[in-house]
């Protein structure tokens, strides 16, 4: 059966509707989820996969919130799950997925797309210049992704809360430390009373809690207020750190 071109994802909501979007020769890029709200990097990512492939791979939302023998099939409990299928067989489930595990899956996919089916043509990309930070970003479960796993710069992420008396000790430090090193690192702050799902995501359990990320991989996680100084050689280190 043939598949129309759709640049946008497909939201679906039930079982007659899923099986003849998965009766086709094109892999579907499967989000599988119950009703609540898509993270920003997820949102984003599956907007880009369905517009860059539109025509190769078909990119669904499937909201199980009201089909429950859909979460049954797919055996899903109350994270969503991204699943890549081709020719009636998953070949891949990522349960709580990221951003960059869409890239990934849509990067698998396109090895099953069948000959002759072509993406649609994409506009040219204007490559903006991006200011040079000289002070502590604000980071968000919303956009972790973005701001510290697809950094260009290696990161410094502090897990902090407003009541931690060492967090504002070690405060001004960062914030003389990201003036310093302006263009060369970016320093984080992840507020874990707002954030709870991202701190326990990285186990943190006590604050402030300093993460080192270089190229999309933690290098390095220290807890406690470090002094000036070692926190300088700790950013040297990671500037220089080969990944």
Same mark, same amino acid.
């Given at each position: ?8 994802? *497909?939201? *679906? ?5 899923? @099986? ?14 119950? $009703?609540?709200?898509?993270? %920003? @990097? ?12 539109? %025509? ?27 699943? %890549? ?30 000959? $002759? ?29 973005? @701001?510290?796993?697809?950094?260009? *710069? ?34 984080? !702050?992840?507020?874990? @009373? ?9 186990? =943190? ?8 990320? !270089?190229? %999309?991989? =933690? ?18 280190? *990671? ?5």
């Amino acid at each position: 059966m043939a598949s129309p071109v759709m640049d946008t994802p *497909l939201n *679906l909501g039930a079982a007659q509707d899923l @099986d003849k979007v998965l009766n086709t020769e094109h892999p579907v890029l499967l989000y599988v989820y119950k $009703g609540e709200s898509l993270r %920003g @990097d997820v949102k984003t990512e599956l907007e880009k996969a369905a517009k860059e492939n539109a %025509g190769r791979i078909r990119v669904v939302k499937l909201d199980t919130s009201n089909a429950p023998e859909l979460a049954e099939r797919f055996e899903v409990d109350n994270r969503p799950l991204l699943v %890549g299928w081709v020719c009636g067989e998953v070949i891949a489930r990522r349960s709580s997925p990221w951003g960059t595990d869409i890239m990934g899956m849509v990067e698998e996919l396109t090895k099953h797309v069948p000959a $002759g089916a072509v993406a649609m043509p994409q506009p040219e990309q204007v490559v903006e210049k991006v200011p040079v930070e000289n002070k502590p970003v604000k980071v968000t479960e919303a956009t972790f992704e973005r @701001d510290v796993i697809k950094s260009t *710069l290696p990161v410094l992420v502090d897990f902090w809360a407003p009541w931690c008396g060492p967090c504002r000790q070690v405060a001004p430090v960062l914030d003389k430390l990201a003036g310093e090193f302006a263009g060369k690192i970016r320093i984080a !702050k992840v507020n874990t @009373d707002e954030n709870q799902q991202l701190a326990g995501a990285f186990n =943190i359990m006590s604050i402030p809690t300093l993460m080192f990320v !270089k190229n %999309g991989k =933690i290098v390095g996680q220290q807890a406690g207020a470090l002094p000036e100084h070692i926190l300088r050689d700790a950013i040297n280190q *990671l500037i220089n750190l080969k990944v």
